[in-house]
């Protein structure tokens, strides 16, 4: 059972424009979000991290929004730069009682020049 | 700062033979630390974790084991793999088990 969910395996997106990747959940009990970016043969590297009881929390060019209804998150770059390309994954957790993240399959995105 | 070291960086084993891949973290205590693979096109897979030493809990049964015979040092091994072994392997540590911080990774390819 897939407890994190990327639906889309691929993103492409134009340099300077948004880049949208999204993510769902199922699993009402997670109360703490973050996406990773990952570079191929590198370890995943920490993005950004909301907790349930935000919407939205903001970084530079990221943003992720949380959509706790619908169990859903986004993850926002702007303006897309060809650096960003890469595999971005999300995971959650529920801080209360689970001792790891769960992590979803990943969205490579590809900025273009 | 802390930082997490790996090694090797890659690895060819034939099928059959022992495995043992290394991780440790500098700059903190007590961490609890992770041991992932991610096959190829695929996402990450948490293959045991730990909050102290000589303490394991594997997510996957399989050939492999973990050990954690000092604080920051973790260790994946096994002893013989399997053609289906292959793959990269991230070492992580978290000072909360929330946020998690990965090593920059083992690829091991076994023939």
């Known amino acids: 059972d897939q407890q994190v969910k990327q639906n889309s395996p691929s993103l492409s997106v134009q340099e300077g424009r948004i880049s949208i990747l999204n993510c769902d959940y199922t699993n009402s009990m997670f109360d703490y979000f973050l996406w990773y970016k990952k570079y191929p043969a590198e370890g995943p590297i920490f993005l950004i991290s909301?907790?349930?009881?935000?919407d939205k929390n903001e970084d530079g060019r990221f943003t992720v929004f949380l959509n706790k209804s619908a169990k859903h998150l986004s993850l926002h770059i702007v303006p897309s730069q060809p650096g960003d390309s890469a595999v971005y994954f999300c995971?959650?957790?529920?801080?209360?009682?689970?001792?790891?993240?769960?992590f979803g399959s990943g969205t490579q995105l590809t900025v273009l020049p | 700062s802390q930082t997490i070291h790996q090694w090797p960086a890659t690895l060819v084993q034939p099928v059959g033979s022992p495995l043992s891949l290394e991780c440790t973290v500098e700059g903190t205590s007590n961490p609890n630390l992770y041991w992932y693979r991610q096959a190829a096109g695929r996402g990450l897979q948490l293959l045991f974790y730990?909050?102290?030493?000589?303490?394991i809990s594997s997510e996957v049964p399989q050939n492999l084991s973990a050990s954690r015979p000092q604080d920051r040092q973790f260790i994946l091994s096994s002893k013989k793999l399997l053609l289906s072994d292959s793959g990269f392997y991230l070492c992580?540590?978290?000072?909360?088990?929330?946020?998690?911080?990965f090593g920059p990774g083992t690829r091991l390819t076994v023939l």
């Open positions: 909301i907790s349930s009881i935000k």
């Open positions: 730990s909050v102290g030493i000589g303490q």
């Open positions: 995971a959650a957790i529920d801080s209360g009682s689970a001792r790891q993240l769960t």
């Open positions: 992580a540590w978290s000072p909360d088990k929330i946020e998690q911080f």
